[in-house]
C-alpha cells in the first residue's frame, strides 16, 4: 500500500465513507453472512463470464428419483380429490396422510442414512411441481417439512444426538413438523418479535435439568393444527448468566414437542379458501431442556443466522415449484380453451386481442421452469443461495400471479363459476398465499434484493464496508485502501464498458458465439450491455446515497426488477442450451429476451429520473442511454409465440409438462380431449362451413360420411362439457357452506330472552 496515497488520499475518504455508512445491525449482519453468491454476482459486475453459465450442469433426475415420481407420486395424485378437500372435508383424507407417510414424502430432504429420500434439489422441485398441478393443498402440506422447518434445520446445524432421535422420525412421519416464526406483533422486522425464552432450571422427565421457560404467540403456521414437532423461533433471555455472560443471546430456534403442558395447537385459519392445515399456536409457561436448542447450547442467539442459511429451500424450491405449476397449467389450459372455444365461427385464439395474454402465458410458463432448472442447479452444486432465493421467491410468484390472471382473462365465465370442473380458481385462490409467505413480495422485493444483493454480490462493497467496521483503526484503513482502489479500477472499466456497449448498440460485447453460429448471441450481447449499465447505476447509487439506500425502497424496488429480468433471461438462455437448441421455441427465447430488455430500460430511465443526485443522474443518462432500446415484442411475434400453445407441437409439449397426464383434474382431462378433437375434426369443419350445411344436411346429401358425422357429434358434446359450468341444488349447495346454515342463525328475540 502506497504511505502517501494511504495518508493523503485514501484516509479522507475513509473518514467520510465512515461518516456517511450506518452500521450494520447484527440482523443485517447476519443476514450478510448467510448464504452465498454464484451468478448474480456474474450480474452484478458488469461483464458476465458466460463460459460459467454454460459450465452449470443442467439438472437430472437420478434413477430413483424419477422412478419416485413415475410410481409414489403418479399414485399420490391419482388419490387426490382437491374439490372434496377444500369444498367438502376441510382436509386431506386420512387415507392420503397415510399414503405420505407411508411413500415418505415428508423426509425428501433427509438423508438416507436417517431413513429419508435423499432427493437433490431438482427432486424436490419435481415433486412439489407434479402435486401443485393437482392440488394446491397436498403440495403445501408436503413443501413444508421439506423447507425451512426441524428438518433442515437439523441437517445443517443439529447436534449428532439430535439428528439421530429426529431425522428418522420425521422421514418416516412419525412426527409432523412445522416451524413457528411469525409472531402475533412482528412479521416480517423478526427483531420485533415478543416471543420469549427465559434460561432457567426446571424439571424435565423426573429429574431437575437446565432449560428454557417459552411463552409464545405464532400465527400464519403452516401444519400447526396438526404438527406433533414445532421448530420455534424466539427470543432468548440469560438473566441469570446460566450459559454465559451476554445476558440477552438473541434469536433462537429450538425443537418443542406439541404434547408438552402449555402448548396450544389445533385451531385453524383459512388461507384464502385453500384448505391446508395452517393457524395459530401459542405457549404458555413451555419447560424444555436447554439441549432442545437446535444445535445444542453453543448455538444460543444464532437463531436468524440459521433461518437465513436454510431459506433457500422455501424460496429457491418449493414456491418456485408451485408457481411454475400454475403458471404451466394456466398457460396449457388457456391454449387449449382459445383453440376448443368459437366466436364468430373462429377459435378465439385467432383474435389479436386472445393472442397478446396468450404470448405472454407462454413466454412465462418458459421463463419460469428456465428459471427453476437454474436455481436447483445451483442448489444441487451445494449452494446457499441466499439473493437469488429470494429474487425466485418474489420473480416466480409474481409471474405466476400475472399468468394467472391471464388465464382468467380468457377463460372469462368459465373460469369464475366454482366447482369440480372449474381447473383454474384453486390456483386463483392460491396465488395470494404464494405471493405473501416466506417473506412478502412487497418487503423481499423493496429490501432485500438489492439491498442485500447490492453488498453481497458486489465484487468489492462487502470488503469495503467490513473495513469500515474494523475496529482496529489502521487495519481498517489498510484493508479500506485495498478495496476501494480495485473498486475504482473496477468501476472505471464499468464506465467504459457500458458506454461503449450503449453506443454501439452492444455489438462488440461478449457472447459465447458469434453472431454467425448462433441465433442467440446477440441476446448474450444485449444482456451483457445492460449488465454493466445495472452495474455502474449500482455503483453510483452507493457512493452518492451511501447507507441512506435501504431507506430509498422504490429505487431499491426497480433495481430489484431489472436483476430479475437478467438472471430470468440468462436462464431462458441457458434453457434453449440445455435443450439442444429446439428451433420450435427460439421465439418464446426471442420474446423474453425483447420484452425483459424494454422493461430494463423502463425501469432504468426511472431509476435514473429518481436519483437524489442529478449530477450523478446526469453521468449514469449518458454512460447507459436507457432510452435507445427496442419496444418489446412485435405484432408478428406475439401472433407466432400465442401459435405454440394453442396448436399442438413439441413447444406446447414442453410447456405443459405433466398435465396430459394422469391423476389430472376431470376439467383439465376434458379440455385435452376437446383439444385433441377439435385439432383433429379441422378440415371436417372447414368443408362443413364451406358448404354452409349442418353435419345432417351434408350426410344426408353425401357430402359427409357416416364415421365422419361421427366425429363431429362427438367433438360438440365434449366441447359442449367444456364450455359449460358447475351448477348445485340448493341441498347441495348447503353442504358445501363452511358451517351449517343452522349453526349461523342468529336467534330471535324471543328465543334470546327464553
Known sequence: ????????????????????????????????????????????????????????????????????????????????????????????????????????????????????????????????????????????????????????????????????????????????????????????????????????????????????????????????????????????????????????????????????????????????????????????????????????????????????????????VSLPSLACAATSAAAHSSGAYARVREQFNLPISKFGGIQEPLARLAANAYAVEAARHLTCAGLDEGRALSVISALMKYSATDRMRAAVNDAMDIHAGKAVIDGPSNYLSPNYRAVPVGITVEGANIVTRSLMVFGQGAIRAHPHLLDEILALEDGQKDAGLAAFDTH???????????????????????????????????????IYRELSRWSAAFAITSDLAFLTIGGGLKRMEMLSGRMADILSELYFTSAVLKRWNDEGRQAEDFDLVAYNAQRAFARISALLDETIANFPSRGAAFVLRVVTRPRAVARGPSDVLIARCAALISEPGPTRNRLSGALNGPGQNAGIMALNEAFTRTVATDGLRKRLRELGMTPAQALEAGLLSQPEKTQIDELAEVVARVIAVDDFSPEEFAALLPVSADSKKKPTQKEAAE
Open 1 to 316: 500500500m502506497s504511505s502517501f496515497r494511504s495518508r493523503h488520499i485514501t484516509r479522507p475518504i475513509f473518514k467520510w465513507a465512515k461518516g456517511a455508512m450506518p452500521g450494520l445491525s447484527q440482523t443485517e449482519r447476519e443476514a450478510l453472512e448467510a448464504g452465498e453468491v454464484w451468478w448474480d454476482a456474474e450480474l452484478f459486475s458488469g461483464n458476465p463470464d458466460w463460459k460459467k453459465l454454460a459450465a452449470v450442469r443442467a439438472p437430472a433426475l437420478s434413477n430413483d428419483e424419477q422412478a419416485f415420481i413415475d410410481g409414489p407420486c403418479v399414485e399420490l395424485c391419482e388419490l387426490l380429490d382437491d374439490w372434496a378437500i377444500n369444498h367438502t372435508d376441510g382436509d386431506i383424507s386420512p387415507a392420503v396422510w397415510d399414503f405420505m407417510r407411508k411413500n415418505r414424502f415428508f423426509g425428501m430432504i433427509i438423508a438416507r442414512e436417517y431413513g429419508g429420500l435423499g432427493f437433490s434439489a431438482f427432486a424436490h422441485s419435481e415433486v412439489v411441481r407434479r402435486l401443485s398441478m393437482v392440488s394446491i393443498p397436498a403440495a403445501v402440506t408436503v413443501m413444508v417439512p421439506n423447507s425451512l422447518g426441524p428438518g433442515e434445520l437439523l441437517h445443517l446445524f443439529g447436534t449428532k444426538d439430535q439428528k439421530d432421535h429426529w431425522l428418522p422420525r420425521l422421514a418416516d412421519g412419525r412426527e409432523l413438523p412445522a416451524f413457528g416464526l411469525t409472531s402475533d406483533e412482528a412479521g416480517s422486522d423478526a427483531s420485533a418479535m415478543v416471543d420469549r425464552g427465559v434460561v432457567c432450571r426446571g424439571e424435565w422427565q423426573g429429574k431437575e435439568v437446565l432449560g428454557i421457560r417459552l411463552n409464545w404467540a405464532k400465527r400464519y403456521i403452516t401444519l400447526a393444527p396438526v404438527c406433533t414437532l414445532l421448530g420455534l423461533a424466539f427470543k432468548l433471555e440469560d438473566p441469570e448468566g446460566l450459559l454465559g455472560d451476554d445476558p440477552e443471546p438473541g434469536i433462537t430456534c429450538a425443537l418443542v414437542p406439541t404434547d408438552l403442558s402449555g402448548v396450544e395447537i389445533g385451531r385453524r385459519h383459512i388461507p384464502s379458501g385453500t384448505m391446508f392445515q395452517n393457524g395459530p399456536t401459542t405457549g404458555t409457561d413451555v419447560f424444555v431442556p436447554i439441549e432442545n436448542i437446535i444445535g445444542g447450547a453453543e448455538q444460543a442467539g444464532k437463531g436468524w443466522l440459521m433461518l437465513m442459511s436454510a431459506l433457500a429451500a422455501g424460496r429457491g
Open 484 to 522: 476501494f482502489w480495485r473498486h475504482v479500477g473496477h468501476s472505471i472499466r464499468t464506465v467504459g464498458r457500458s458506454f461503449g456497449r450503449a453506443m454501439t448498440g452492444a455489438r462488440f460485447a461478449p457472447a459465447p458465439l458469434s453472431a454467425t453460429e448462433a441465433r442467440d448471441a446477440p
